[in-house]
């Protein structure tokens, strides 16, 4: 079964930076398209952050475009988020999956934005 384990959340200030990483357990970590997804605290849903296919195509939601950049390193079997000029409202629990998820989720890391 695919494990996938998230790292690098953390507390950091409005416009800071913070960079996490996900790696999965697969041995054909290149076929998959990955993704980022967040879940704010009082959200009921994930909403999808950042994509990219095996291929390094990357897309962005409309509200990170030009703020967070996803990356892999499909040797390590790992997708990275960099995420620069932190906002409060970025303020969530950041997973990684597939896209679209096909595998469990894993404990996702907590990112907190202060004001």
């Given at each position: 079964q695919v494990q996938l384990v998230e790292s690098g959340g953390g507390l950091v200030q409005a416009g800071g930076s913070l960079r996490l990483s996900c790696t999965a357990s697969v041995s054909t970590f290149s076929n998959y398209a990955m993704a980022w997804y967040r879940q704010a605290p009082a959200g009921t849903h994930r909403e999808l952050v950042a994509t990219i296919t095996g291929g390094g195509i990357t897309n962005y939601s409309?509200?990170?475009k030009g703020r967070f950049t996803i990356s892999r390193d499909n040797a390590e079997n790992t997708v990275y988020l960099q995420m620069n000029s932190l906002k409060p409202r970025d303020?969530?629990?950041?997973?990684c999956n597939t896209d679209?998820?096909?595998?469990s989720w894993g404990q996702g890391t907590q990112v907190t934005v202060s004001s």
């Open positions: 409309p509200s990170v303020t969530a629990v950041y997973y679209p998820p096909m595998v």
